[in-house]
């Protein structure tokens, strides 16, 4: 990031997506003026447009591109040039009907939309590199070009193809995973049901079984491994196409917690992190998930600056309600995401369209025009983010808490055939997440193989996959002095989703000091009352506490008396075990008693007010985002970089934000 920060001039990046291909050229002088008024300094162009950079597969037209790319670099705006590759034209399937996209009944998925490509298809690939290395010869040297947009949101839309091509390319990986079959038989449990293959063309993908039947597991598990890493390949190969003319920095475009997608073994391929971010209006605690994938984002940049590529100024346009944003959620959306790391904040997309699929999507230029609360808002968010340029580079201060929240075993923990279907690791972890931003804890979400190191918390929610190598670092961790926290359905399988047999929870059984027997699900909207913190929903469990000490356990039914919660000290650390999804009230109390010693950003700000501190050369800020009704006092001391007042205690008024740089 730390490059293209330089190359706007030491600014906070501020833009959109800009499509000016939807708009006749007479539109793109008023799109410059207006951007400058704005205080747009980076725009990403080209997404979508390989249909009109290359109109018959072969013939090459930049003649447009090249109107445009000037037009900005005269404006003084820099460019996040795209590969264009995003979705092929027509054309392409035509030639090539073999890369169409299959889904699990066997259902070719016809042309019409955007990505409709099967990700094996090596013709797809080829496409793309000869695009690319036409695009990127010709504009590595454009003055506006800063860095390069990848693609776009791969996957989103093609993430998993069950295609013959898809299945050999499938058994390749799986036959450079497993070297023999008899290896394979042995990960995917084969000898159950009669599935012991003799030879990989007997192997496909995981297509639509026998009725009301399940699929392998391990075939499950490692499908879902492969396809990630099919199209991190198309990743791969195409930014090696941009690095054989260019040295400019590129990313790609993340989702966040895109359940396809491991984007933990995605980031050595691209210079920066970059991430998309939709509110889903209809979740309450939207703010905080807003929160959460930030967190993500910065921990998979490895707490280096990240950049925000595209948020909404408004309401989208693919949710059933498209809620509009309230007054002021813009701004504090967009704060949000820079005061967790990102050095930039920008749209999809610039101007709102006129026709095709996303014309209802809010964009910076609504189609009321700039005689618009929408206008206005965009104009004053540039100049909060120009005047707020010196915290660039800076990086958010050491988290106290770390969510570990790893892909595998997301996907391992949440097929069928399991205990409940109302297990869901996203929503344990999110639960840990809200009970840290409600306190303003610094929180990092990592993977179980990064460091430890700095963390007084570990928190493993429903961490359901796990290897021994990594039950020993937890272990050495606690012996350290560190606190960990595990929930039930932790620790249950090794890496080929095989149980840890001997009592759950198999691996981490030791370390947490219990044993348990049997799980004991709960019925739809149960609650199960504890003889402390309150009640448990989802899960309950029948075994005993060796070693730890019981601090809660279930006060009726027939695990009356079996351990809930627990606690063991072990060397200079705690190891606590949650044996049940905790209520948010009980889940409150508890964390309460966790992170007694972990010290908030700011302290005594009320819940719904969050501050996060930034940290670099230059000094320290202090972002304060009241998401409440009510004006707060922060007690920090310095100057707000927004309101430009001195001092402190500083009053933000309900709904706003202050940017503090501490004395
Ligand atoms: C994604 C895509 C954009 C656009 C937006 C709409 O983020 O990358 O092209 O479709 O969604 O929200």
């Given amino acids: 990031m730390e490059q293209v920060t330089r190359a706007l001039g030491g600014r906070i990046a501020y833009g959109a997506d800009y499509n000016p291909e939807q708009w006749p050229e007479e539109v793109w002088d008023e799109d410059v003026r207006l951007m400058q008024e704005a205080g747009v300094n980076l725009v990403s162009v080209g997404i979508f447009s390989w249909a009109l950079l290359e109109p018959t597969p072969g013939d090459h037209d930049f003649g447009w591109l090249d109107r445009v790319l000037d037009k900005l670099h005269a404006g003084g705006i820099a460019v996040d040039l795209a590969t264009a590759t995003a979705s092929p034209p027509p054309w392409f399937l035509e030639r090539h009907p073999e890369a169409t996209l299959v889904d699990q009944v066997g259902n070719r998925r016809a042309f019409g939309a955007r990505q409709a490509y099967c990700p094996s298809s090596t013709a797809y690939r080829d496409a793309a590199t000869t695009l690319i290395t036409e695009l990127v010869k010709r504009y590595d040297e454009h003055p506006a070009v800063v860095m390069w947009h990848v693609n776009n949101e791969y996957g989103c839309h093609n993430d998993h193809c069950f295609c013959d091509a898809s299945a050999v390319a499938f058994r390749r990986w799986l036959a450079d995973r497993y070297g023999a079959i008899e290896k394979l038989n042995e990960a995917w449990a084969t000898a159950f049901w009669s599935q012991r293959y003799t030879s990989w063309e007997q192997i496909g993908p995981p297509r639509q079984v026998s009725y009301g039947n399940f699929a392998n597991p391990g075939q499950q598990l490692d499908w879902w491994r492969f396809c990630s890493d099919e199209i991190r390949e198309i990743f791969r190969v195409e930014a090696a ?23 933990r073994s995605w980031v050595d391929v691209e210079d920066l992190v970059s991430n998309d971010h939709y509110l889903i209006a209809d979740d309450e605690d939207r703010t905080q998930q807003l929160a959460m994938t930030a967190d993500l984002t910065r921990s998979l940049a490895h707490g280096e600056p990240w ?27 967009s704060f949000q995401h820079v005061a967790r790391g990102a050095d930039g904040a920008l749209f999809f997309q610039w101007r709102a369209s006129r026709g095709g699929a996303e014309k209802f999507h809010s964009a910076m230029v609504p189609h009321a025009g700039t005689e618009s609360r929408l206008w206005r808002d965009v104009v004053r968010l540039g100049a909060d983010l120009s005047a707020i340029a010196e915290v660039s580079g800076t990086k958010v201060a050491q988290a106290g808490v770390a969510i570990c929240f790893d892909w595998e075993s997301w996907w391992a923990a949440t097929f069928d ?12 972890a999110r639960a840990w997440h809200k009970a840290c931003w409600a306190r303003n804890l610094g929180v990092d979400i990592i993977g179980v193989t990064d460091p430890l190191d700095g963390y007084e918390v570990v928190v493993l ?29 932790s620790g249950i399988v090794d890496e080929h989703d095989h149980i840890r047999l001997g009592g759950y929870p198999g691996g981490l059984s030791d370390l947490l000091g219990v044993r348990i027997e049997e799980f004991c699900p709960l019925p739809e909207g149960d609650e199960i009352p504890l003889t402390s913190y309150g009640s448990g929903t989802i899960w309950s469990e029948r075994g005993r506490a060796v070693g730890a000490d019981v601090v809660a356990a279930y006060a009726t039914g027939d695990c009356a008396g079996d351990p809930a919660v627990t606690r063991r000290r072990v060397g200079r650390g705690t190891a606590w075990y949650v044996g049940t999804e905790l209520t948010p009230e009980a889940l409150d109390t508890l964390a309460t008693q966790v992170f007694t010693t972990t010290k908030p950003v700011v302290g005594g700000l009320p819940e719904g007010v969050e501050a996060i501190r930034r940290v670099g050369e230059q000094g320290t800020y202090v972002f304060v985002i009241n998401h409440t009704h009510e004006a707060v006092i922060v007690p920090v001391r310095g100057t707000d970089l927004l309101s430009g007042n001195d001092g402190g205690p500083h009053v ?12």
């Fill in 241 to 263: 196409a941009v690095r054989a003319h260019s040295d400019k920095p590129l990313t790609t475009n993340f989702m966040g917690f895109r359940k396809s997608l491991d984007y």
């Fill in 307 to 333: 950049l925000l590529m595209e948020h909404s100024t408004s309401a989208v346009n693919w949710q059933p309600r498209n809620i509009a944003k309230t007054t002021g959620e813009m701004r504090r959306n």
């Fill in 417 to 428: 055939s399991h205990p409940s279907v109302d297990v869901d690791p996203m929503a344990t």
């Fill in 461 to 489: 929610p429903v961490q359901y996959l796990l290897s021994d190598e990594a039950v020993a670092r937890f272990t050495a961790f606690v012996e350290a002095g560190g606190t960990l926290v595990a929930t039930y359905f």
């Fill in 652 to 663: 933000v008024r309900a709904g706003q934000v202050a940017v503090i740089r501490e004395e």
